[in-house]
């Protein structure tokens, strides 16, 4: 794929760790004890890369090994096969996901920080984490609850969904969670799939200041979830004063309140954990399937190695219960970390307010989505002057590429001494493909590196790797924490379709990469809303990297309309700062950026402004959709209101589509 143009400053040197930081690394101590115990000698992390990844058998037993993951059986053989899909990881063991991760109960530290917009800051220590799990889990083994039932969570972000899903681990029922702000339509495409026995649901939710009554919501999908046997009435804001009428229902406070012993059934390594889903805007999302054993090592791997979680730290990391990084976040207390929930707008009541409790709650790493970051830099904030945030270690981002101008205004505008890392991954894995390391320095616009046991690199179109250009990005070896199926796919056919039609047996993700020759790379977006201009393609990423990175531009998107024979013509649509009208020179402005510092086979014929950009509610910006959309596709083909954080936004597209024709 050409071109693959970088930003000006892409690769500036920006931080590195202290060989003091360096020593005090989990990854250090692992690498240290590699070689103690195994002999395995890395000279540092790309040695250390090759050797995860051409041993993978070595390294996943390694990965148990150090962390003392609990089970029993044989973890002789580590991989049964290697091919994709289908490769069967320590068949021989039985473990229990909760088990693992409540073996870190202490009185040292509160397992969950948890706050809310309209309730006081709320501790919930491991004890009482411990407690309430055994309590739960225990009702619903007597409600008929077993190991393989499906469990459905229509919750906010509170200690109550984390209870809940650990229950169902406990008895090796399968978790799936779905964000109270989906609408009724979104999560019945979810939940008619899977079936599940019994809902937990909040009748009520808090978002800017402002009350969200859920339970007509709640009616809506019991009316069409006729296997649901029991609901239980999560209490939220709108609770006091008034009972919901929802059928079968038992609150919260009866099903935790008879105590029972913690009991955890060891189960298979591929047993299912939860059921996950593609962020799909129309038809039925993609249903995924996790093991216990698959999440366990690679979020041990990935939240304490990669990420240098340790016990004593505190994870926030901004996100809905129905975005994966929700499942990842509570992957954290198997570290022995803390993790600190954050259930409301980050900009709520003042833009600040986020990064005040982040210093309040010494937070130690911070996790968002990358446009988290780039909107506070747009709207000039300065979180240093307004917290110490002295605890603060590292900040993660993800859910898109994080432009340089970002990672400057971290440094300048956060914490000079602070480990940036940006992270891309995805549901598919409920983890990293590439992302970071703590003994790795920051450069400007660059992710670290591949995780470790994660063979990733970029194919060019005739399946051949490449180093130094851009191409599809692969993983050639499989990983446990990719799905063991796709629920209700006879056959694995929509797997198979999934990810490996392109190259079989390789696993194709969806996103443009390239590689450096030292193992760092840069995501160009994604490679079905490539632009092909003239014969010449480039990722959408490249071009909102510049247009973005203008001051008076807060968002952007772009779409190539070339379809049937049509010419190509290619519309960029604007969101721009309060107060900011499009005039012809901003208009000239923005094409001579993409001109000079992208492509001039790239130059939009036509920039629009718009109030605001189409995203999915994780976030995503819909470019796919929008492009269907304006070749003709009716609009409820293309989106579903309920999948979107702001449907509104649709409005102006359907009328420039209609006046396009």
Not at 28 to 50: E, K, T
Not at 246 to 266: F, L, M, N, Q, S
Not at 338 to 350: A, E, F, Q, R, T
Not at 421 to 426: D, L, Q, V, W
Request: with cysteine; aromatic share 10%; net charge negative.
């Amino acid at each position: 794929m050409q071109p693959n143009s970088l930003p000006d400053g892409h690769g500036e040197l920006l931080w590195s760790p202290s060989p003091e930081q360096v020593g005090a690394s989990r990854l250090h101590h692992y690498q240290q004890w590699l070689a103690q115990r195994h002999g395995v000698q890395a000279s540092g992390y790309q040695d250390l890369w090759h050797w995860s990844v051409n041993d993978l058998e070595g390294f996943w037993q390694s990965i148990w090994a150090y962390f003392d993951v609990i089970g029993e059986g044989e973890r002789e053989p580590v991989l049964e096969g290697r091919q994709m899909p289908g490769a069967r990881w320590f068949p021989n063991m039985r473990l229990n996901y909760a088990e693992n991760l409540l073996r870190n109960a202490t009185t040292a530290r509160p397992a969950i920080v948890a706050r809310s917009e309209n309730a006081p800051l709320r501790e919930v220590g491991w004890a009482e984490l411990e407690r309430d799990t055994a309590a739960l889990a225990a009702t619903m083994r007597a409600w008929g609850v077993r190991s393989g039932d499906r469990v459905a969570g229509y919750l906010p972000h509170r200690p109550e969904t984390v209870v809940a899903f650990l229950a169902c681990a406990s008895i090796g029922a399968i978790w799936s969670g779905c964000a109270p702000d989906m609408g009724p339509s979104v999560v019945l495409d979810r939940l008619r799939q899977i079936e599940p026995c019994l809902l937990l649901a909040s009748d009520s939710y808090s978002y800017n200041g402002k009350l969200h009554d859920r339970s007509p919501q709640v009616d809506a999908l019991l009316s069409q979830l006729p296997t649901v046997r029991r609901v239980v009435h999560v209490p939220g804001p709108l609770a006091s004063g008034r009972t919901v009428g929802w059928r079968d229902r038992v609150d919260w406070a009866e099903a935790i309140a008879e105590p029972a012993p913690p009991r955890y059934e060891r189960l298979p390594f591929d047993h299912p954990l939860w059921i996950v889903y593609s962020s799909g805007t129309t038809g039925l999302p993609k249903a995924m399937v996790h093991s216990h054993g698959g999440i366990v090592l690679t979020h041990l791997k990935t939240m304490a190695l990669q990420h240098d979680l340790r016990a004593g730290d505190r994870l926030l990391f901004l996100g809905s219960t129905g975005w994966i990084v929700w499942n990842l976040q509570v992957g954290a207390l198997l570290t022995g970390a803390s993790i600190v929930l954050y259930d409301g707008n980050p900009g709520w009541p003042d833009a600040d307010t986020l990064w005040r409790f982040i210093d309040a709650q010494g937070v130690t790493l911070f996790g968002c989505g990358a446009a988290y970051l780039i909107n506070c830099m747009k709207d000039g904030l300065r979180p240093r002057d307004r917290a110490g945030l002295d605890k603060l270690r590292a900040i993660n981002a993800t859910g898109s590429p994080l432009p340089v101008d970002a990672y400057r205004w971290v440094y300048e505008a956060v914490k000079p001494d602070l480990w940036l890392a940006s992270i891309s991954g995805g549901t598919d894995i409920a983890s990293g493909f590439v992302a970071c390391a703590p003994t790795l320095p920051v450069r400007a616009g660059e992710i670290q590196c591949p995780e470790l046991g994660v063979a990733a690199c970029a194919y060019d179109e005739a399946g051949q790797s490449v180093v130094g250009e851009v191409g599809e990005l692969v993983i050639t070896q499989p990983m446990p924490s990719m799905p063991v199926y796709f629920w209700n796919d006879p056959g694995g056919k929509r797997y198979l379709e999934s990810y490996f039609d392109t190259f079989p047996g390789v696993w194709r993700h969806g996103d443009w990469i390239r590689f450096s020759p030292h193992g760092s790379s840069v995501i160009y977006g994604r490679s079905d809303s490539t632009i092909n201009r003239f014969g010449i393609r480039m990722g959408t990423a490249e071009i909102y990297r510049v247009v973005e990175a203008l001051p008076e531009v807060r968002d952007s998107l772009v779409v190539d309309l070339e379809y049937l024979g049509r010419p190509s013509f290619m519309p960029l649509f604007v969101v721009l700062q309060p107060g900011i009208m499009l005039d012809d020179a901003l208009r000239q402005r923005i094409c001579m950026e993409i001109r000079t510092k992208a492509s001039a086979r790239h130059v939009p014929d036509e920039v629009l402004q718009v109030e605001d950009i189409p995203r999915t509610l994780s976030g995503k910006k819909m470019e796919v959709p929008v492009r269907r959309l304006l070749l003709g596709a009716a609009a409820e083909k293309v989106a579903s209101p309920d999948a979107m954080s702001n449907p509104d936004s649709l409005r102006f597209f359907i009328g420039y589509g209609a006046r396009r024709g």
